[in-house]
């Protein structure tokens, strides 16, 4: 009977280090995934530049951005209805410039420069001074590009041009 009562306080102890453990472990992972992964949004930026910059391809910019896996279902939505205003109000000209580095004109690669919260600032490699906002969002633990340029980048956070 004693080597039993001893076993089974063995083993309570072993499963509360256990769940502690676990817990812990939790609580790193939260830890982790409360910091934006700004890598994400860098090399989302860097993908669009080498996506625009190719005359020879075939996929459309919403076509381009429904297959990416990177950016939120919010992201997705917005460019379209902005792209989709746009030829409303201009079937000739649409919208003018490109609402993602809400320019006409832009560097061929992107930097970080700064981050804010779920803001990052980047900046052209050749052209510092070529500067672009872009916000991350945390959806089902992962952080994805929620907003840059125009769509989903409040006001006062987008770079004046």
């Known amino acids: 009977m004693r080597t039993l009562t001893i076993l089974l306080l ?29 890598k ?3 090399q ?33 939505n917005e460019l379209n209805r902005i792209l989709e205003q ?10 003018g410039f490109d609402p993602i580095l809400d320019a006409q004109d832009n560097p061929n690669r992107f930097e970080l420069e700064k981050t804010e919260s779920e803001y990052l600032i980047v900046k052209g490699e050749n052209w ?8 991350m969002k945390l959806v089902d633990s992962k952080w994805l590009v929620d907003g840059v340029g125009i769509i989903n980048v409040p006001e006062n956070k987008r770079i004046k041009r």
């Open 86 to 95: 746009a030829i409303k109000n201009d079937p000739e000209l649409g919208l």
């Open 10 to 38: 063995g083993l309570t102890f072993l499963s509360c280090n256990s769940t502690d453990s676990k817990s812990e472990h939790s609580s790193n992972e939260s830890k982790q995934s409360s910091e934006p992964n700004y």
């Open 128 to 135: 510092p001074e070529f500067r672009l906002t872009l916000k």
């Open 44 to 76: 989302f930026i860097n993908d669009y530049i080498g996506f625009s910059n190719d005359r020879q391809s075939e996929v459309g910019l919403i076509e381009w951005i429904n297959q990416r896996h990177d950016v939120t279902v919010d992201f997705k």
């Open 40 to 42: 994400v949004a860098i």
